[in-house]
């Protein structure tokens, strides 16, 4: 009796952790230009020196041995499809420090079913 009420609980926790987890995330629609600009390069520079006013970004920089201003002075001579190549890059690399929300889940879905395990009597053992 007691092994399928913890058998039905679990298969019940794992029905609705598959929900949640197959449900799709949030997403962005937007207009995509259709040809690149004067407008769009100063948009893509103003990105970049906004990147490059940031104290990590200007520490690393001077590790390199290169100050803001050098690293502009190169970046103004690239290519209209290169800036934007680059602004788009920073742009993800900016934006990619969600990684951190997955793993929290992950170990708090973990710890949840362990907890369940251990409440109902099973024991966890890892070698």
Same mark, same amino acid.
């Given at each position: 009796?007691?092994k399928?009420?913890c058998?039905?609980?679990i298969?019940?926790?794992?029905?609705l952790?598959i929900?949640v987890l197959?449900?799709?995330?949030?997403?962005?629609a937007?207009?995509?230009?259709? @040809?690149e600009?004067?407008?769009? &390069?100063?948009? %893509?520079?103003? /990105?970049? !020196?906004?990147?490059?006013?940031?104290?990590?970004?200007?520490?690393?920089l001077?590790?390199?041995?290169?100050s803001?201003?050098? @690293?502009?002075?190169r970046i103004? &001579?690239?290519? %209209?499809?290169? /800036?934007? !190549?680059?602004?788009?890059?920073?742009?993800s690399v900016?934006?990619?420090?969600?990684?951190?929300?997955?793993v929290?889940?992950?170990?708090?879905?973990?710890i949840i079913?362990?907890?369940?395990l251990?409440?109902?009597?099973?024991?966890?053992?890892?070698r």
């Amino acid at each position: 009796m007691r092994k399928t009420l913890c058998f039905k609980m679990i298969s019940i926790y794992l029905v609705l952790a598959i929900v949640v987890l197959t449900l799709p995330s949030q997403s962005w629609a937007m207009f995509i230009p259709t @040809a690149e600009s004067v407008s769009t &390069r100063q948009a %893509d520079m103003v /990105t970049i !020196q906004k990147t490059l006013e940031s104290q990590v970004i200007k520490q690393r920089l001077m590790d390199y041995g290169l100050s803001s201003e050098e @690293a502009m002075a190169r970046i103004s &001579r690239l290519s %209209d499809a290169q /800036t934007h !190549q680059l602004a788009q890059n920073l742009d993800s690399v900016q934006a990619g420090a969600d990684g951190l929300g997955a793993v929290v889940f992950v170990l708090v879905v973990a710890i949840i079913v362990v907890l369940i395990l251990e409440l109902t009597g099973h024991h966890i053992i890892v070698r």
